[in-house]
């Protein structure tokens, strides 16, 4: 698998459902954030986890990091139908300090 | 908010034909970046720059590809001889320091360029 990859790739859920998306990664990082993308516009940036952070909140926004197991999820809580968009998490590489996106989920919350 | 801003949102281009894409960062943002997204794949890191020299490039950077900071404010990618594959959309990005030496920093984004080559 390549680094940051994102499952599912594709989510639907009701209004007001949890929705949690996954990421796996390969290298050593300093940080892992989650960026979201409307379609057709620019990342925007959601949450940032340190290599050395296990967990993270932000508003309805949980963020888990599991470095042994280079990993981490995105619960979104009580979803809204302006949750849906696209989903990225990116690794920042400990070594080349590079930022590395996965490949996205993209959610869908049904009204 | 201060934001990322791009221009153009789109650019239509006959290949062979130089391209160059433009970035206002944040004001008080040191770092910058060009991504690209080709339609449906993964965001890919192109280039970094600091302090008017880049610091790091992906092999997708190649010879073809050019970066500039003409004055205080905009940073901008230059493509020499576009190729039909260049087509996706270009983001910059800046962050006010570098992971390197301040620790972790976000990078915040602009809304993109759509380049298409005919």
């Known amino acids: 698998s390549q680094q940051g990859e994102e499952d599912p790739q594709a989510l639907s859920i009701q209004e007001g459902e949890n929705a949690t998306m996954n990421c796996s990664y390969k290298?050593?990082?300093?940080?892992l954030q989650w960026y979201r993308q409307n379609s057709g516009r620019g990342l925007v940036h959601l949450i940032l986890?340190?290599?050395?952070?296990r967990e993270k909140h932000s508003g309805r926004l949980r963020v888990t990091l599991d470095t042994s197991k280079k990993s981490s999820s995105l619960l979104i809580t009580a979803s809204r139908a302006a949750d849906t968009a696209s989903y990225f998490c990116?690794?920042?590489?400990?070594?080349?300090?590079?930022?590395?996106f996965g490949t996205g989920t993209r959610l869908k919350v049904l009204a | 908010e201060p934001e990322v801003t791009q221009t153009p949102s789109h650019q239509v281009t006959q290949m062979g034909q130089e391209v160059i894409l433009r970035c206002v960062p944040i004001?008080?943002?040191?770092?910058f970046y060009w991504y690209r997204q080709i339609l449906g794949q993964k965001v890919e890191f192109l280039v970094s720059?600091?302090?008017?020299?880049?610091?790091?490039k992906s092999e997708i950077f190649d010879d073809q590809f050019s970066v500039e900071r003409p004055d205080g404010s905009n940073f901008t990618l230059k493509i020499r001889s576009t190729k039909l594959e260049d087509s996706a959309m270009y983001f910059c990005?800046?962050?006010?320091?570098?992971?390197?030496?301040?620790?972790?920093?976000?990078?915040?984004f602009g809304d993109g360029t759509r380049l298409s080559i005919l």
């Open positions: 990005a800046s962050s006010e320091t570098d992971s390197t030496f301040y620790g972790n920093q976000p990078q915040h």
């Open positions: 290298t050593s990082i300093n940080n």
């Open positions: 986890i340190r290599s050395n952070e």
């Open positions: 990116a690794t920042e590489d400990s070594g080349t300090y590079k930022y590395i």
């Open positions: 004001s008080n943002h040191l770092y």
């Open positions: 720059f600091y302090n008017n020299e880049i610091s790091e």
